[in-house]
DNA sequence: CGCTTTAGAATACGACTGTATCTCAAAGAG
DNA sequence: CTCTTTGAGATACAGTCGTATTCTAAAGCG
């Protein structure tokens, strides 16, 4: 066998490129040549790795998914219930160039999902893994009257921020206090005789 | 002056082909010649009437902002307040077909306008109306403590849950459920001022 | 009536698309 | 070493893209 290659590695680097393309330039100026581009590989080199680019972009939106849900996996799970919650939905929002790149992505395969059963797949698996996690954390928390509607209510309600976020960003402040005041209407009593975390200020 | 047509009626007659293209295949599946052909028009006809693509794209967004808007403020303002909301934040969900064509329609848009500042000058501005609206209906439904925060986390939890019916359709009853119960957490408590005046028509 | 302006279709153009095929250097196996 | 398989780049091809230009037919106005 001659000269080989870690090829995961390889679609990974590739499929990292292609995210960040999406997130800087919206999905529709993704080719195979400009992910190539991005990635510093000839366009040939990529087709080595994906046959297709419906291909490429599965794979695109399954790491986007994964990344997810490893950050979301590292949030310290010793802080405070709330403060906790709010970490895992800020890892989901725009709120500093990595995961704004992110959110774009995600967004943007969402949208194109509505149209790519095997897409729309994907972000179904992306959505079921999140709303599980987030459930079984409402439930530890002490939040189990209702833990799976309210899980899915905070999926959408920080779908729907990121995305606003997206094309608002002179927003972005105010759509966390919003976030804010949001999360205390949909958990209404911290079980915890912690001192509750400061509401941000309205007005 | 010679033959004449009323060109504004035109211009809507091909953004509505172009909406129903977005809901249908999706926004990279539009191009002047498909739109032209869904319009029934030549491509060179279409040409007459929008200079450029991105002037077709605008126009349509405005389009599809002004229909959202209209259809709430048809929104029979006597029902009770909580159904009212109900019946408003249903306006934008794609509970039918014709609803799901603006939603998918919508969504499209609003990704896409975060790389096209054009585009994100008019989701904003649709925004504002909406929240607007929105916010002045619950003031007056005896919610006036924080309307524009709880205005923009509908907002947010409506465009979440619309996203997500579009490629999980098989969700769609679930989601509904969990509207009613957000709704239930961010509205806390039936507005006790007996006299409830009408809501204003919104818009 | 002819003239002129318009609607609308057809065509032209260069650029880019996804994908298939070809070439060539490099490196492990014998 | 040679042989052979692979990575990677280059090129080819048919199709579509947005847009500019050209054409035909029709209709209002003198």
């Known amino acids: 066998m001659p000269r080989t290659v870690d090829r995961e590695e390889q679609r990974r680097h590739i499929g990292t490129a292609l995210l960040r393309l999406v997130s800087e330039r919206g999905l529709d100026e993704v080719s195979v040549r400009t992910v190539a581009a991005a990635a510093g590989r000839s366009a040939g080199a990529v087709q080595k790795y994906f046959r297709t680019k419906e291909e490429m972009l599965a794979f695109a939106a399954e790491l986007a998914g994964e990344r997810v849900e490893r950050r979301m996996a590292g949030v310290d799970a010793s802080l405070p219930p709330r403060q906790a919650l709010r970490a895992l939905i800020l890892t989901t929002l725009p709120v500093d160039a990595e995961r704004r790149a992110e959110a774009a992505a995600q967004l943007a395969f969402a949208v194109h999902a509505a149209h790519h059963p095997r897409l729309a797949a994907i972000r179904r698996q992306v959505d079921a893994d999140i709303r599980q996690a987030l459930t079984a954390w409402l439930e530890s928390a002490g939040h189990g009257a209702h833990a799976s509607a309210v899980a899915d ?51």
């Open 153 to 203: 209510a905070v999926i959408a309600l920080s779908d729907g921020l990121a995305l606003r976020m997206l094309y608002a960003p002179q927003e972005h402040e105010h759509l966390l206090t919003v976030l804010d005041h949001a999360l205390d209407a949909l958990l209404p009593d911290p079980p915890a005789p912690a001192p509750a975390p400061a509401p941000p200020t309205m007005g």
